[in-house]
Structure formats: C-alpha cells, structure tokens
C-alpha cells in the first residue's frame, strides 16, 4: 500500500490558499479521503477512482445539496490514503467507516441478532438454534432472518434424522464407562442410542453431510442418496428400514416444494436491490443456491449525504456477503453501476429468471419500507410528517420545508358561474378551515386562463394586506396554460422568486414548472406525489361543490322571478325566512302571509298550488 499523504490546515484563514494549493496537486490515483473537523475528529470517510477530481468536487462554488454544503463547511482538516485499485480503496473505506463511525457517512441501521444453526464441533454432533457464534470450531449456517423458516428446516432435520439432544460427552473414552442410559427419545425412536453404542459414528456422520447440503440449500444429491439406498433396502427385503427412508424422502420433497425454486438454470448467485428516499435507502440482498433462495434479507441504510445507488451497493454488498458467508461470483443488480470487484460479475438482468429475481426483491425491498413507514408513523407522526415535507422539498425544488402549500382548481359549465377554489395544506395535511374559494367577477365565458389569473391575484393581494405568511409552494391544477396565467399574476404582484409555483395535468400527472419545455414524472409512488394528488382532489371537490351551489341557487331564484308582481324585496324576504325555493313551495299560505303579507302570499301560493 502507498504511504499516507496529509495536510493540516491550521488557521481557518488559511483553509481556501491552501486548499486550492492541494487541489491542483492532488494525485490522479485511486484512494480514500478523510475530512476532519476543528475538534479533529473524522466527519466523512469517501473513496474515489481519481482522488483528485473527487476531492475536488466537494469545494466548488455552488453544491446542489444542502447536506454537503454543511459538511465543507465543517471541513478543517484533510487527509488521503493512496492505493493501488478501486477494489482496495473499497475495502479500506469499509475498513474505516466501521472503525471511526463517522458522522457524515451512511449507516447500516441493524441492530439485530440473528439466529444460526449450529453443527457443534463434537463426537455426534448435536444440531440446534442459537444467537451467538463461539470459535470453538463448530459450524455455522445463517443468519436467518426469518426465525420462522429456520425453525420449520429444524422440525424437518429432526422428522428426517434420529440425531441426539442430549448433551453427553460421547467421546470413546466416556462411552468406554458403559455409564450412560437410554432416554425417552430413543424409546420413542427419535435417537439410535449412541451413548450405549447402538450408532456408529460413521453412520452419524452421514447424517450431518446430508444435513449440511439441506442447510446449503443442496438438496438433490441427498434426495439422490436416498433414493438410493432405498432401493438397496427393498431388494433385501429390509422394508421398514426402506420404509423410514421413504419418509426421509417425503420430508425432503414437502420441503423442496415450499423452497423459493428460482430455475433449474440458475446455479448459485446473489441479487442485491436499493430502494431509497431522502434519508434512507431499502437493501434487499438473496442468496441463490442450486436454483432456491436459501437466504433473503432487508436492511435500511441510513443516508448522511445524498448518496448514489452505486454508492449504497458498494457500502452494503461487502457486509451482506460477509454476514451471510456467500461466495457466488455472480451479483444480480437492477441498473448498470461503476462497481469494481474481484472475481465478481455484475450483471442487469433484461429478461427471464435472473430479471424476475430483481422483480422479487425490489419488491421485498418495497414492503419492506411501507412497513417501516408506518412504524413511524405510529411511534414517531413528526418523524414521518418531516421525512414526506422532506421529499416535496427534493422533487418539486423548493428552497425551504415546504410546511404550507396551496391549490387552486376552476369550476364552470360552458362559462356559467365560473368559480375558483383554494385548498390549503399545513405539514400535509389539510386545513380546511384556510380552504377559499372565489366566484369570478371580471371573465365573460369560459375563459380557464383568465379565471386561474383572477383567483391567484386576489388570493395573494389579500394575504399581502392582511401581512398574512405566504405558502412556500403554490400547485395549479392544469397544464403550461394554467401556470402561466398564475405566474403572471405572482409577478404582477412582485412575488416571482418568493413563491414556487407548479402546474400538474390530470392525465398523465405531469408536473410542469415554469421555464421548462418539457414536463417531469414523478414516482407514481413517491409520498410527495401522493400528497399533491391529495391537495388537486380536494381542490375540484371543494371547487364543483362550489359551483353546483351556485347554479342550484341560480336555477331557484331564476324560478321566482318569473312570478308576476313578486319583486327583489319580496324574493330577498322570502329567501330569508324559508331558505330555499323548496322551503317557499313547501310553506303553508299562513306563514308566507307572516312574512310577505296577505296580498303577496296569494299570488306566491297561487303560482305554486295552481
């Protein structure tokens, strides 16, 4: 390994001059970087192909995200270690995020401990679960993830073969004594009685290697020996004994077929999938053996930077392998990364098999969140309300956590009672006693365009006289259109640039901003989406409420015009005292008398009792 290069920069004066200095001579060589803070103490531990372009990239004017920009602000201090490949600058970057912990690097979130079956290292060995690994020399298979499926290949172990569970010393010394007894299980024929001599240790032995396959997940060539010795059996007329492996046998094949087969074809590989969001990413990691997934395990990774996919996979894959003692060299992955490992093959599957593997764990991937998800929601609502404000803040480019966000939607039918409404969210949620609408006083006929200007500006100049807060992101329920009226009117009122302002069309959800040619799509599943789609809903359901109150009311009030010698003040007092044209054709001729007079009543009653 190369010697270790540093530089200390010991006044905060000092840091730019000199860091421009070791910028321009940093070598174009693989390595890692370590960046220390002013109590010195390592904040971020990276690797890099090209140590100087990386290094490079961390100090330019402008970083896209603001998590970075925190972190080179706090950067006092920089040291790097020069290695011969990527594969090693891998490693060592491992190496050292598990030794120093640093704050700005990601986090594998596992905090369990999983079971194991362990072969014990001893004449007979026995065959049970535990949590901890002893290095005594004993043989561990695992982890297992689901304690469930380690305790059904357990019950299949002991339906299978009469091992013991006795702790005995059974070394040939002690059987030697003649000191020990049968138990219960040999009486009920669970065990052969080794501890008086009635087994072989060879013939125990056998039963462990077959054993061993069952928990490698090689399972035909101990159904294959079986089938065997079976045979042998029957042609010596020894049946019962050929009967008890034919029940091996079932046992066997009941087991294979509750297995995940993949494919007769696909002979030992791993598959690895990330999932992520702003703060976290979802690892899914299958191992596969002989054309079965003997393992299948889910792990949130804790983001600190906003880290790539590639990035995720290289931090994760070394620690699965290890924890899971899997030695495939082919690795399933769902998109093509810059990963560098020895004697391993990245491959993306387009089709088949291998393609359906990444289906599955993507998809193991995925509940695997939404079950964390709602975890959080349950133990921790803050937590999960600020990890949704979070990702509108990243999908729709808002400078600030966008806590209060507005929507506005028209209503009308061929331009009649042309309404607008305003729907109001706070932490996501909606707060309906914000929600407004609008009846569009200065558009003749159905002008969307005009409406949509008419309602955002008196919207926002209400809230500028009122000196009300402005929401940080404005949605426009409709297409390049729409957002063009509402971003005219923000800028007639001085507000471009304060507020962001987006459009989505119904259709296709596209999201559209202002400038751009082209729409973006947004993860038909992303939390963020889910919320604005929540926010137009709401919107078109409070505006055509709206709007169909406003024509009912038309549609009445039309119907008592047409009654002769009834004018604005008799309609306004009828209006008043019986609420709805309903009411007033309802109402007895004494209680219209009341409110209207004798001689008025009559002709009202008489118009609707002919």
């Known amino acids: 390994m190369?010697?270790?290069?540093?530089?200390?920069?010991?006044?905060?004066?000092?840091?730019?001059?000199?860091?421009?200095?070791?910028?321009?001579?940093?070598?174009?060589?693989?390595?890692?970087?370590?960046?220390?803070?002013?109590?010195?103490?390592?904040?971020?531990?990276?690797?890099?192909?090209?140590?100087?372009?990386?290094?490079?990239s961390y100090f330019v004017k402008t970083q896209e995200y603001a998590k970075t920009r925190i972190l080179v602000r706090q950067i006092v201090r920089l040291e790097y270690i020069v290695v011969d490949t990527e594969l090693d600058a891998l490693l060592l970057e491992n190496n050292l995020i598990k030794k120093y912990q640093p704050k700005y690097n990601i986090e594998l979130k596992d905090d369990k401990t999983y079971p194991w079956i362990c072969i014990k290292k001893e004449p007979f060995p026995r065959v049970f679960p535990t949590r901890q690994k002893i290095k005594d020399g004993s043989k561990y298979l695992g982890p297992y993830p689901n304690v469930k499926a380690m305790h059904t290949l357990l019950k299949l172990i002991k339906e299978a073969f009469p091992l013991r569970n006795c702790n005995l010393d059974l070394r040939p010394k002690k059987l030697a004594e003649n000191k020990y007894k049968v138990c219960l299980e040999y009486h009920i024929g669970n065990c052969k009685g080794p501890c008086i001599g009635e087994e072989t240790l060879e013939q125990y032995e056998d039963y462990i290697k077959q054993i061993e396959n069952i928990l490698g997940g090689n399972i035909s060539p101990v159904v294959k020996k079986l089938k065997v010795k079976m045979t042998q059996l029957a042609t010596n007329y020894e049946f019962e004994e050929a009967q008890l492996i034919k029940n091996q046998l079932n046992l066997l094949e009941n087991y294979q077929s509750k297995s995940a087969v993949v494919s007769q074809t696909i002979a030992q590989c791993d598959v690895i999938t990330v999932l992520q969001d702003q703060k976290s990413a979802f690892v899914n990691y299958l191992v596969v053996k002989n054309g079965a997934i003997i393992h299948g395990y889910t792990v949130e990774v804790k983001k600190k930077l906003d880290e790539q996919i590639s990035d995720i996979v290289g931090f994760a894959l070394p620690l699965l392998r290890d924890k899971f003692n899997s030695h495939s060299k082919e690795i399933l992955i769902q998109e093509e990364m810059d990963l560098q490992f020895e004697e391993l093959k990245f491959t993306v599957p387009q089709r088949g098999d291998k393609k359906q593997l990444i289906d599955l764990s993507i998809r193991n991937a995925t509940y695997y969140r939404i079950e964390k998800?709602?975890?959080?929601?349950?133990?921790?609502?803050?937590?999960?309300?600020?990890?949704?404000?979070?990702?509108?803040?990243?999908?729709?480019?808002?400078?600030?956590?966008?806590?209060?966000?507005?929507?506005?939607?028209?209503?009308?039918?061929?331009?009649?009672?042309?309404?607008?409404?305003?729907?109001?969210?706070?932490?996501?949620?909606?707060?309906?006693?914000?929600?407004?609408?609008?009846?569009?006083?200065?558009?003749?006929?159905?002008?969307?365009?005009?409406?949509?200007?008419?309602?955002?500006?008196?919207?926002?100049?209400?809230?500028?006289?009122?000196?009300?807060?402005?929401?940080?992101?404005?949605?426009?329920?409709?297409?390049?259109?729409?957002?063009?009226?509402?971003?005219?009117?923000?800028?007639?009122?001085?507000?471009?640039?304060?507020?962001?302002?987006?459009?989505?069309?119904?259709?296709?959800?596209?999201?559209?901003?202002?400038?751009?040619?082209?729409?973006?799509?947004?993860?038909?599943?992303?939390?963020?989406?889910?919320?604005?789609?929540?926010?137009?809903?709401?919107?078109?359901r409070f505006g055509i409420t709206h709007h169909r109150n406003r024509r009912s009311k038309a549609a009445l009030q039309s119907e008592i015009l047409d009654i002769s010698g009834i004018g604005p003040k008799t309609q306004q007092s009828l209006f008043q005292n019986f609420k709805s044209t309903n009411g007033i054709k309802n109402a007895s001729f004494e209680n219209l008398a009341k409110a209207v007079g004798t001689s008025k009543a009559k002709i009202v009653y008489s118009h609707f009792h002919p």
């Open 373 to 540: 998800l709602k975890q959080e929601k349950i133990v921790s609502p803050e937590k999960h309300q600020d990890r949704i404000l979070a990702q509108i803040q990243k999908d729709f480019r808002v400078p600030s956590l966008p806590i209060h966000i507005e929507c506005f939607d028209n209503s009308n039918i061929q331009g009649t009672n042309p309404v607008s409404a305003c729907v109001v969210f706070k932490n996501a949620k909606p707060s309906k006693k914000d929600y407004r609408h609008f009846n569009i006083k200065t558009v003749v006929g159905p002008d969307d365009f005009a409406s949509m200007y008419e309602a955002v500006t008196r919207r926002y100049k209400r809230l500028l006289e009122e000196e009300q807060s402005l929401p940080q992101l404005i949605v426009i329920d409709g297409g390049k259109g729409q957002l063009s009226a509402s971003l005219k009117a923000i800028e007639d009122l001085g507000l471009r640039g304060k507020i962001v302002i987006v459009g989505i069309a119904k259709r296709l959800e596209e999201i559209f901003f202002p400038g751009d040619q082209y729409p973006i799509y947004i993860d038909k599943r992303s939390e963020s989406l889910k919320v604005i789609q929540h926010m137009r809903n709401e919107a078109h």
């Open 2 to 56: 190369a010697p270790i290069f540093s530089i200390i920069f010991v006044l905060m004066s000092e840091i730019s001059v000199q860091l421009n200095l070791q910028l321009q001579t940093l070598p174009d060589a693989p390595g890692i970087y370590q960046y220390f803070d002013k109590n010195d103490t390592i904040i971020y531990v990276g690797k890099a192909k090209n140590l100087k372009s990386r290094v490079k």
